[in-house]
């Protein structure tokens, strides 16, 4: 598994994405500390029937970054704004750990502009002990001491098969702008419960997939997020952890093509 550069286009407002295939739009959101390179597997496997924007970040990739004190909220207005400069709207999008609280906070704060949503390795309100726990990595970020290392250890297993995964996050990890990754993280540690009421409200066709293993996104919680949802599907993966797009990219195209090809209750057969 090659990390293989993908070129981009750029919104009005400094958005940066990587644009391919044809047919309905879908907006992918990587993770924090991330960028549209990680999503590789789907671009290859889905992009023959669907139009991809793979989207970096705020201050991440070559997208341009937020204030140093956005939260949550920023980044959703942020995600909004890009669905409408480029006239996306209503899209599918799919959002990976914190992109995927990006993506819920756009279904639930502007349904129109959201035709399906799946929520990859999402976090809902964690534990007392999880929320100390983030929000001391975050403060370790914000002062400048990150360790790349750490996330790796959480998010992948020892098996050798993985490796190769592991090897491509750890460069992304490495490239990632520190300030953008600081801001992006604080606002990944404070926003798991922003938007967590607000689930019932979601009417649009919804995927909840997490990893067995996951210690974050934890199938607990991508099991009760799901059960929020009136038309929803969740698929937990067993021996997986965080990243299951490059670990597990079968299962993960497999379930995004299908949740691709439901229909939304409002659409006329």
Known sequence: MMLTILPRSKTRSGAAYHECGSGEPLILLHGVGLRAEVWQPQL????DRWRIYAVDLPGHGQSKPLGKSADLEDYVSWLEQFIRDLKLGPANIA???LGALIAL???VSAPTLVRRVALLNAVHR???QASLDIADRARQISSGR???EEPLKRWFTSLPKENAARKLTASLLSSVDPRGYATAYSAFARGDSIYADRLSEISCPALFLTGEDDPNSTPEMTR???SCVVDSVCVVVAGH???LGLTAPGVVNEALVS???RKKQDDTE
Do not use: P, Q
């Open 44 to 47: 290859d496997a889905l992009s």
């Open 95 to 97: 959002g990976h750990s």
């Open 105 to 107: 906070g756009v279904t």
């Open 126 to 128: 964690r534990s007392r």
């Open 146 to 148: 990150i360790n790349h």
């Open 224 to 226: 009760f997020m799901a």
């Open 241 to 243: 952890r965080h990243m």
């Open 259 to 261: 949740w691709l090809e």
